[in-house]
């Protein structure tokens, strides 16, 4: 069967040439006669290949060295408990909520202490990203808090928040390495890989070390601490070795390309031609305000749920997989990340046309 264009918003599609090469060394890495699922995480081996992971992932971001860079399990979702665990030393922090899983970090971060949404795009169900020039932002506040790519609803931060000094956390799961980005602009960044970097297991956090601390909220669980992390080099225990390995050829292929300044270019030209159609179109319709629109994931309505599920099922036999919409908002969805090739983007829009032509 030939392969499918997979619009997933995670697991997401990875780049074919990463495939090919994991699996041409699946029986034997390297000589090692076994593959890296069956590696000793403290083998010489398996030190070189996430050492180099680390190496590629610091080049590719311009990562400075007063930043560690900690491959975690857990899911993006175990951050909402280990940020505030870890760094609401005050037990003051701001969230901007702008979807459904800054939500759920800020409503997570209230189990620990003081909580407040200095912002929210709630009232219009997220379709744009609020004013954050000049937010009321608390004196003791440890932190400020972001969502920057809300995938369920299509939006981005463009511009990030003006946080009055405190450090910014950011969850970038959805557009993590998809263009160029200043490190030093946050405290933190922190991302699930299966969106946009490798497959599920691993979370990959870029933290500042003078926010990696001993001192954090009475309780926190050893596995909970970033310190543990930091000091073992991300082998406290067993990591998610064969995610870390895939995530090491992906930041392999990035610098191949031309890195983040070459991704974020095909990227911004990926998704041009489908908002493009999507603005013409008299079916479609995005409902995003224009300028906070996420460049790796484009939702589209037709204001039809049954219209909308017939779409979906007839792209799914004509190979474009997996748009439907998440369960919250309905719809459709297509995920875009660095991986899918403008090819699938522009035979999409094609159906999409075909498909309304025929209405």
């Known amino acids: 069967m030939a392969r ?22 699946m029986m034997d890495y390297r000589g090692t006669g076994m593959s890296v699922m069956e590696m000793s995480h403290r083998s010489k081996p398996y030190q070189k290949i996430i050492d180099e992971a680390e190496a590629d992932l610091r080049c590719l971001m311009g990562i400075p060295d007063n930043y560690k860079v900690l491959f975690l399990q857990g899911g993006a979702s175990q951050q909402f408990a280990m940020v505030p665990m870890n760094l609401m030393q005050n037990r003051v922090a701001d969230y ?44 003791n506040s440890d932190y400020v808090y972001i969502c920057e790519n809300n995938t369920i609803y299509g939006t981005k931060f463009k511009t990030l928040p003006n946080t009055k000094g405190k450090p910014l956390v950011a969850d970038v799961s959805s557009c993590f390495l998809s263009e160029p980005v200043t490190v030093t602009d946050y405290g ?13 297991g691993v979370v990959i956090a870029i933290i500042r070390e003078d926010l990696i601390r001993e001192d954090v909220l009475p309780g926190t669980p050893t596995m909970l601490r970033y310190k543990t992390h930091a000091d073992a080099g991300s ?13 090491g050829k992906v930041f392999k292929w990035l610098l191949g390309i031309g890195g983040l300044e070459a991704m974020g270019k095909r990227n911004q030209e990926k998704a041009a031609i489908l908002y493009d159609y999507l603005d013409s179109s008299r079916v479609f319709h995005n ?21 909308d599920a017939r779409f979906v099922a007839e792209a799914a036999q004509a190979g474009f ?14 995920s875009i990340y660095n991986a899918m090739p403008i090819e699938g983007v522009r035979k999409l829009t094609e159906f999409m046309a075909d498909f309304e032509e025929k209405l």
């Open 4 to 25: 499918v264009y997979n619009f997933s918003a995670g697991p997401g599609v990875l780049p074919e040439p990463v495939l090919q090469e994991a699996a041409a060394e």
């Open 96 to 139: 901007i909520v702008t979807g459904q899983f800054a939500k759920k970090a800020w409503k997570e971060a209230k189990l620990f202490g003081t909580a407040n949404a200095v912002a929210s795009s709630e009232d219009k169900n997220f379709t744009y990203i609020p004013d954050c020039s000049d937010l009321p932002i608390a004196e």
């Open 188 to 200: 933190m960044l922190y991302g699930g890989a299966q969106k946009n970097v490798g497959p599920a």
């Open 235 to 247: 082998m406290y225990n067993t990591p998610p070795a064969y995610s870390i390995y895939i995530c």
């Open 287 to 307: 409902q995003v305000v224009k300028k906070d629109r996420s460049v790796m994931n484009v939702t589209f309505v037709t204001g039809n749920p049954e219209l």
């Open 321 to 334: 997989v997996n748009l439907k919409g998440h369960r919250s908002v309905g719809g459709m969805r297509a």
